[in-house]
């Protein structure tokens, strides 16, 4: 009789360790990555990346493609599930103390992947991404270059509450204020789209709105610039300046066509930093707070240099 009282709790111990964590029966890492809903070629490139280093790693990966209220909702049924992390792609900079405080509590990590968030640092692990500042800066000096100082500037601003777009228009300013002689005239959200870019541009020609140089905070935007340029007739990358960010696979098409000045690369293939910094804080190992990619600056003089063509 002992000794079949002895066998049932140790099956019932050996079940309860095989759940804990979230870990399925077959012992694999369940993560869930909570990404943002976007129509960006870089977001898509993103994803594949953790998607196929969650398959090199034989990782569990529940992957949740929403907006942010969305997004909110996929880190509470991460937390139901227990897994053993989260990658979080935050849309914007606020709005996540609450759910980050739930996941702290439940003793699960969370992974920033690509942006900031203005929550406390304890609520999440590390902050892997660009320097955004960094590109604009970068962006910033190339105008002023191309200007010789002087010229009329237009800005594409990305989404207004998100991390990049906020720290690329900081950076960029913090450049434009050193040239008196540089004018910004304009600055408009184009919600990191191609479409809303291209409609931002037609409002500014059909307004009668002149510029030297277009600054958008992603590629997708500058393309949309692209478009409106040429439907009025006019030569993009000749009669206006463009420079962009990200260094999508399209950019470089653009500059190689002539279209497209510019662009400062972001990488998007975050897969395997992510992983391995929320593996490391799974095994409680310490992790940087910020984790920052190199990114540099692509124009008609090098971007057949880049190593991989663009993303
Ligand atoms: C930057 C990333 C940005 C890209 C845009 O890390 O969050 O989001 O630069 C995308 O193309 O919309």
């Known amino acids: 009789m002992k000794r079949f009282i002895l066998l049932a709790l140790s099956i019932v111990l050996l079940g309860t360790l095989a759940f804990a964590g979230g870990q399925p029966d077959d012992g694999k890492l369940v993560v869930g990555f909570a990404q943002i809903k976007e129509d960006s070629p870089w977001r898509t490139?993103?994803?594949?990346?953790?998607?196929?280093?969650?398959?090199?790693?034989?990782?569990?990966?529940?992957?949740?493609?929403?907006?942010q209220d969305g997004q909110i909702s996929a880190i509470r049924d991460f937390i139901a599930q227990n897994v053993d992390g989260i990658l979080l792609a935050?849309?914007?900079?606020?709005?996540w103390n609450e759910v980050l405080g739930e996941a702290k509590d439940a003793g699960i990590p969370v992974v920033l992947l690509d942006r900031g968030v203005d929550a406390p640092e304890d609520l999440w692990v590390t902050q892997i991404s660009s320097d955004f500042?960094?590109?604009?800066?970068?962006?910033?000096?190339?105008?002023?270059?191309?200007?010789?100082?002087k010229g009329k500037v237009a800005e594409l601003y990305g989404d207004p509450a998100a991390d990049p777009a906020i720290l690329r228009s900081e950076g960029f300013m913090e450049i434009m204020a050193k040239y008196p002689g540089i004018e910004v005239v304009e600055s408009k959200t184009g919600e990191w789209s191609q479409d809303k870019g291209r409609q931002v541009v037609e409002a500014w020609l059909a307004a009668g709105i002149v510029?030297?140089?277009?600054?958008?905070?992603?590629?997708?935007?500058?393309?949309?610039?692209?478009?409106?340029?040429?439907?009025?007739?006019?030569?993009?990358?000749?009669?206006?300046?463009?420079?962009?960010?990200?260094?999508?696979?399209?950019?470089?098409?653009?500059?190689?066509?002539?279209?497209?000045?510019?662009t400062v690369e972001c990488s998007p293939l975050l897969?395997?930093?992510?992983?391995?910094?929320?593996?490391?804080?799974?095994?409680?190992?310490?992790?940087?707070?910020y984790i920052i990619n190199p990114d540099a600056l692509y124009d008609e003089s090098n971007y057949k240099d880049h190593p991989t063509g663009g993303f």
């Open 133 to 149: 500042a960094y590109e604009g800066r970068e962006a910033g000096k190339w105008v002023a270059e191309r200007l010789n100082g």
């Open 90 to 95: 935050p849309q914007t900079r606020s709005g």
């Open 45 to 67: 490139t993103e994803t594949n990346s953790v998607q196929q280093e969650a398959e090199r790693l034989g990782i569990d990966l529940k992957l949740s493609v929403t907006e």
């Open 271 to 289: 897969g395997p930093l992510g992983f391995e910094m929320l593996t490391k804080a799974i095994n409680g190992e310490p992790v940087d707070k």
């Open 211 to 262: 510029v030297d140089v277009i600054y958008a905070h992603n590629d997708g935007m500058a393309l949309g610039a692209i478009d409106a340029l040429k439907a009025a007739g006019l030569n993009p990358g000749e009669d206006v300046l463009i420079i962009s960010v990200d260094a999508i696979k399209a950019a470089f098409e653009a500059i190689d066509r002539g279209d497209l000045n510019a």
